[in-house]
T-cell receptor
Framework: GENVEQHPSTLSVQEGDSAVIKCTYS??????FPWYKQELGKRPQLIIDIRSNVGEKKDQRIAVTLNKTAKHFSLHITETQPEDSAVYFCAATVQAGTALIFGKGTTLSVSS | SQTIHQWPATLVQPVGSPLSLECTVE??????LYWYRQAAGRGLQLLFYSVGIGQISSEVPQNLSASRPQDRQFILSSKKLLLSDSGFYLC?????????FGQGTRLTVV
């Protein structure tokens, strides 16, 4: 089955800096890669996703890149703000009914 | 619009006691339903997922079980809880690929 590795487990940055979180996956059939943000005590919520026919996707300060050959994808947050502090999870799945497999999460701390 | 309900929000149970967590989804039919557990430092661990009534796939062998008696109902159970079962349990549904999570149940086994 699919296995998703996520690095780093913790990341501390200064406000305004960029943050990058990387994930690798094992199943070459996976073709959908979402990222979730979980604030303390709350449920995870989708912030951005990418499908295998796209190499990069951007939404304001957040971007995701995908390298299918190397089987890795990354989340990039630019101009970080304190409210970006949270746990971020990457995930991978094959479209059409199989389960989302999550990485172990990255705790991002943005200090002002 | 679709909503997901999960209860209870918090639960304290003694070791050896049974467990039943319930999750229901409204506003959609035939959803994929999931149970995840989030333990400290271990991320979101997939426990069970279901693509239809009576269809349960188990990802992690343990003393938990799941059932889907109705299309929009997913239940997580245990006959005898262990201390290691403590954690934050999240139910989720997906109509296609994106997963929507319930509010979670904080389970403490004492």
């Amino acid at each position: 089955g699919e296995n998703v590795e996520q690095h780093p487990s913790t990341l501390s940055v200064q406000e305004g800096d960029s943050a990058v979180i990387k994930c690798t996956y094992s199943d070459s059939a996976s073709n959908y890669f979402p990222w979730y943000k979980q604030e303390l005590g709350k449920r995870p919520q989708l912030i951005i996703d990418i499908r295998s026919n796209v190499g990069e996707k951007k939404d304001q300060r957040i971007a995701v890149t995908l390298n299918k050959t190397a089987k890795h994808f990354s989340l990039h947050i630019t101009e970080t703000q304190p409210e970006d502090s949270a746990v971020y999870f990457c995930a991978a799945t094959v479209q059409a009914g199989t389960a989302l497999i999550f990485g172990k999460g990255t705790t991002l701390s943005v200090s002002s | 619009s679709q909503t997901i309900h999960q209860w209870p929000a918090t639960l304290v149970q003694p070791v050896g006691s049974p467990l039943s967590l319930e999750c229901t989804v409204e506003g959609t039919s035939n959803p994929n339903l999931y149970w995840y557990r989030q333990a400290a430092g271990r991320g979101l661990q997939l426990l069970f997922y279901s693509v239809g009534i009576g269809q349960i796939s188990s990802e992690v062998p343990q003393n938990l079980s799941a059932s889907r008696p109705q299309d929009r109902q997913f239940i997580l159970s245990s006959k005898k809880l262990l201390l290691s079962d403590s954690g934050f349990y999240l139910c989720a549904w997906a109509g296609g690929t994106e997963a929507f999570f319930g509010q979670g149940t904080r389970l403490t086994v004492v």
